[in-house]
């Protein structure tokens, strides 16, 4: 009986997967995620001089995760960077900006976390 009810579970979930509601739901946050990521860009760039004060993309050094970042990097936008589960901060700044076509801070490093993998911390 309770395999019975987590097959049903199971394939109900990939039906609405499947279905074009749930991409239909998808692209409604992704519309207002860039609605408001393309608003406050669009004050930024009049604040700006120049079309050269945008930034190369980010460097993300590996195990880092990037977050709340999306192209184009314009003057003002900001990232976020944090370590995966089993990593942990070693140096760097987890929140950097593009200021005049230069990112502020320096580049985040995660290291393995060795006390965590051997005691389960």
């Not at 409604?28 to 930024?44: D, I, L, V, W």
């Not at 929140?95 to 076509?101: A, D, I, L, S, V």
Request: proline content about 6%.
């Amino acid at each position: 009986m309770r395999f019975r009810a987590v097959f049903v579970l199971v394939l109900v979930c990939a039906l609405v997967l499947e279905t074009e509601a749930w991409s239909r739901r998808r692209s409604y946050y992704t519309r207002r995620r860039s609605y408001y990521t393309r608003r406050r860009s669009f004050y930024t760039r009049r604040r700006t001089i120049s079309a050269s004060a945008s930034c190369p993309a980010p460097y993300t050094a590996y195990p880092s995760i990037k977050y709340n970042c999306y192209p184009p990097y314009v003057h003002g936008e900001a990232c976020w960077w944090r370590c995966p589960t089993g990593y942990r901060y070693h140096s760097g700044s987890p929140y950097r900006q593009c200021n005049n076509g230069r990112w502020t801070g320096t580049i985040m490093f995660c290291i393995y976390d060795v006390v965590s993998a051997l005691f389960g911390k």
